[in-house]
């Protein structure tokens, strides 16, 4: 990266702050790559151990089971990044990276990555503030995929979304909304079991479902749902 694209690294939330000519060191350390909707990135079981800062867009963090079941892990987009587990253990990548809209990143090396922890401790300390906050939210997943019912896996899926929404009277519009095969892979399950809730919820009034927009009409009702 030049000195010109060095200030957008400022939306990453790892160097927000830092001072330009440390900003400029690390764009010397980076390739900028645009990548087109639904482009693949990198590959799960992958030998490969690059970190990607995401510029503009967003990424889609996935896996297929055995049995060709798509499982989303997240969908992260501008000041994020991905890729920095297999950066830390050089192990094979955990997971398929997709870009679910046109998208702009910013790829550094393993070698690189390590240097800059290394050198920059606010970095390094913003970075395990990062992979607590990962594992806290994987572990939440991972005991609502094994404990919990269809339906109040939909409703908490549904409030996570809800976070980032639009505010409407009452309630949230979530727009665009993911479809129901993305809400299923999101939380372990069928897409038909998830049209199945959804339905409940709107002959409830709780929502309504519209093209690619899930309105909330009562957040608190959602909130209490049992």
Known sequence: MDSRQAQRLRVIALFEDLGDAELGRIAQACVARAYERHALIAT???HATDVFFI???SVRVNSMSPEGREVIYSDVGQGA?????AAIDHQ???ATMVASSDCLLARMSAEKFD???RSN???AIRLIHLLVGKVRSTTERVFEVSALAVRERVRRELLRLAVAGTPSGKGVVIHPAPTHYDLAARIGSHREAVTRELNRLAGENVVEIGRREIRILDLGL???ET
């Open 55 to 57: 510029l503009d867009g």
């Open 92 to 94: 094979p990548r955990s």
């Open 222 to 224: 959602l909130q209490e």
């Open 115 to 117: 240097e800059l922890l």
């Open 44 to 46: 799960e079981h992958e």
């Open 121 to 123: 401790s606010t970095v």
């Open 81 to 85: 990044i991905v890729g920095e587990f």
